[in-house]
């Protein structure tokens, strides 16, 4: 049985919102940091779970973001435990069932939670004045095809099921060219992440590859191999920057806590990394609920019937 059969015998759809389907599969998660236990006086440290992002490693992942939670433990005297999650919905699962107080997750993640009443919007980082990020199609620079519409018959790299940036938005934008993923496309392969989609696409294992620029970007910055050989085929409107979230389990003087120390990191104006390693301007706990509200409408199109449909064609 390949990857594509058993993930998707492993997973069962769950339509929240205006029609978003996400994958709801069980993992847990595995620590990148020894974490602390409590703070200073006995004070439960906060316990903080990040979605495997862009392919990294877990040490990796929490590399990316130990700069801020030493500045948020500066500014709030609060401590941290983190922890990276096996799966994206692992993350909604830690939140929801109160083993984890804050994460990290791509914005249609934190529409999942949403969905179930157990996440709030705490912070999301800032790039020149804007809470926005952007996913991409991606075709080496030889290659036959000018518009999305050309892709038809082709072979397509897409990133883990529930990811924004590296599916469910790519395929959206394929919708939107005429182009049905479940039907169109000559192949379908879903790697998991962003950089193996990358890989597969320098490598001429598929002609086009679905990945955030922000991905894209940390790999050209590194000089891997074949980057620099590959072009833009399609960027997708601007998306919700993805957030920080925070359970409504943990303690409304907590949260207030957190938010008041995301808030001097901000007026401070500190330079952080964020999402893929790459430098923000700051962290912001104003953060736009329309934004997200608006992605979910964008998103409608994927049904439950249709995610089902793309992974039977990839296992094909």
Do not use: W
């Not at 409590?38 to 440290?45: I, L, M, N, R, Y």
């Not at 040490?59 to 922890?83: C, N, Q, R, V, Y």
């Not at 001097?264 to 500190?270: C, D, T, V």
Request: proline share 5%; hydrophobic share 45%.
């Amino acid at each position: 049985m390949g990857r594509n059969e058993r993930a998707h015998k492993q997973a069962a759809v769950l339509v929240i919102g205006m029609g978003l389907a996400l994958i709801l599969s069980i993992a847990g998660f595995v620590r990148g940091s020894q974490g602390v236990a409590s703070g200073p006086g006995g004070e439960a440290a906060v316990r903080v779970v990040f979605i495997p992002a862009d392919g990294g490693t877990a040490t990796g992942t929490i590399a990316d973001f130990k700069p801020l939670f030493a500045a948020l433990t500066e500014t709030s005297g609060m401590h941290f435990e983190l922890a990276v999650t096996q799966s994206y919905s692992a993350a909604v699962e830690a939140l929801c069932n109160g083993s984890a107080d804050m994460a990290f997750v791509g914005p249609a993640t934190y529409l999942q939670a949403r969905q179930r009443r157990c996440a709030q919007l705490i912070a999301t980082g800032v790039r020149r004045g804007r809470q926005k990020y952007y996913s991409g199609i991606f075709v080496r620079k030889d290659a036959p095809f000018h518009a999305l519409a050309d892709l038809r018959g082709a072979s397509v790299a897409f990133g883990d099921i529930n990811s924004t940036s590296s599916f469910l938005m790519p395929v959206a934008m394929l919708l939107d060219a005429g182009v049905d993923p479940a039907s169109d496309l000559g192949q379908v392969r879903i790697t998991g992440s962003h950089s193996s989609s990358l890989t597969a696409v320098v490598a001429g294992k598929v002609d086009a590859a679905a990945l955030s620029f922000d991905s894209f970007d940390r790999a050209l910055q590194q000089g891997l191999p074949g980057v620099d050989d590959l072009r833009v085929l399609a960027r997708s409107d601007a998306m919700p920057y993805p957030p920080f979230v925070v359970s409504t389990r943990l303690s409304a003087t907590r949260r207030k806590r957190l938010r008041q120390a995301f808030a001097a990191i901000e007026h401070g104006q500190r330079a952080l990394p964020g999402y893929a390693g790459r430098p923000l301007d700051s962290y912001s706990p104003t953060v736009d609920q329309t934004a997200f509200d608006a992605l979910s409408a964008r998103l409608a199109p994927l049904t439950a019937e249709r995610v089902a449909a793309i992974l039977d064609h990839a296992n094909q």
